[in-house]
């Protein structure tokens, strides 16, 4: 059965760079988009971006300008970096599997598998 | 960008119960790329249906999804205690791959 391990530092300052790691354990990391997301306390879900086993990216345009995901197959890991945060980048963030299957018209996409989540604060 | 709306904003409702909760996308989605997730205090979300009406793996049949083109429902039969949560509708049709803002369901 896949699981997603992550981790990463949990209290940053202002203007620092936020980075985590997660790992994939028990299954194929290739064939596979691996997906950042981010919860800000009591609120919901913001996608972040996504990876391939190659290392085609997709990002969030209002995050763009400061996220990079990156990808270590050797490891069967990828990675989530964003720099000058601020306080409004306290969240929860989560690394999840999106798997993409047939569907009736078009392929259908989902998150099937989350890592447990790493909550991040933002202050000074 | 595609807006998702997710309504009512909580939901009160006792076990046994039969929920129906909205999601309205700002502009047309393919059913195949509309999906529902339910979240439990402190956890990870969890993914109950895709493509619309296609229920994941382990996900009992009470559990239902419907809707095409700008609106989609989630409908739970029979409420039991643990299907009070927070639950999310996502799209894929267009990227950024946005979520709704959630319903909450909450016990009576």
């Known amino acids: 059965q896949v699981q997603l391990q992550q981790w990463g530092a949990g209290l940053l300052k202002p203007s620092e760079t936020l980075s985590l790691t997660c790992a994939v354990y028990g299954g194929s990391f290739s064939g596979y988009y691996w997906t950042w997301i981010r919860q800000p306390p009591g609120k919901g879900l913001e996608w972040i971006g996504e990876?391939?086993?190659?290392?085609?990216?997709n990002y969030n345009p209002s995050l763009k300008s400061r996220v990079t995901i990156s990808v270590d197959t050797s490891k069967s890991q990828f990675a989530l970096m964003l720099s000058s945060v601020t306080a409004a980048d306290t969240a929860v963030y989560y690394c999840?599997?999106?798997?993409?299957?047939?569907?009736?018209?078009?392929?259908?996409?989902?998150?099937?598998?989350w890592g447990k989540g790493t909550t991040v604060t933002v202050s000074s | 960008e595609i807006v998702l709306t997710q309504s009512p904003g909580t939901l009160s409702l006792s076990p046994g119960d039969r929920a129906t909760l909205s999601c309205r996308a700002s502009?047309?989605?393919?059913?195949?790329?509309l999906v529902w997730y339910q979240q439990k205090p402190g956890q990870a979300p969890r993914l109950l249906i895709y493509g619309a009406s296609s229920r994941a793996t382990g996900i009992p049949d009470k559990f239902s999804g419907s809707g095409s083109g700008t609106d989609f429902t989630l409908t739970i039969s029979r409420l039991e205690p643990e299907d009070f949560a927070v639950y999310y509708c996502q799209q894929y049709g267009s990227s950024p791959y946005t979520f709704g803002q959630g319903t909450k369901l909450e016990i009576k």
């Open positions: 502009q047309s989605v393919s059913s195949d790329y």
């Open positions: 999840a599997r999106l798997v993409a299957v047939a569907g009736q018209t078009y392929h259908n996409y989902y998150l099937d598998v």
């Open positions: 990876i391939n086993h190659s290392g085609r990216t």
